[in-house]
């Protein structure tokens, strides 16, 4: 499958996975096992089903090994939970993590 055809796939993924959630309120917890959402419906994965992390200045992208994709809101988030979630993903994440420096 040519590139673009593999970001059109993820792009269609992502759009369709932040749909099923809309501008819902959520609880995340996120811990040393896993990262549950609650809202209209609850996902739980443990940390070895994280592919990868993603963190830009408006959210965290946690791609999942079947291809999921879970998003955590940076704005929900204080200064003290923004760094709490960074350390509890550096040091349970397996995949691929990019964090934002600030």
């Given amino acids: 499958m ?3 055809g593999v970001i059109l796939r993820y792009r269609w993924t992502w759009h369709r996975e932040f749909q099923d959630y809309g501008e819902r309120i959520i609880s ?3 811990d040393g096992e896993s990262i549950r959402l609650r809202g209209r419906r609850d996902v739980v994965r443990r940390w070895n089903e994280i592919a990868y992390v993603d963190e830009s200045r408006r959210v965290f992208l946690f791609g999942t090994v079947n291809g999921s994709v879970l998003f955590l809101p940076r704005a929900a988030l204080s200064h003290a939970q923004l760094a709490e979630l960074r ?3 550096l040091t349970n994440a ?3 993590t990019k964090l934002a420096s600030d």
Avoid: D, E, S
């Fill in 28 to 30: 995340a917890t996120v």
């Fill in 87 to 89: 350390l509890l993903i």
């Fill in 2 to 4: 040519p590139v673009v």
């Fill in 94 to 96: 397996k995949g691929k």
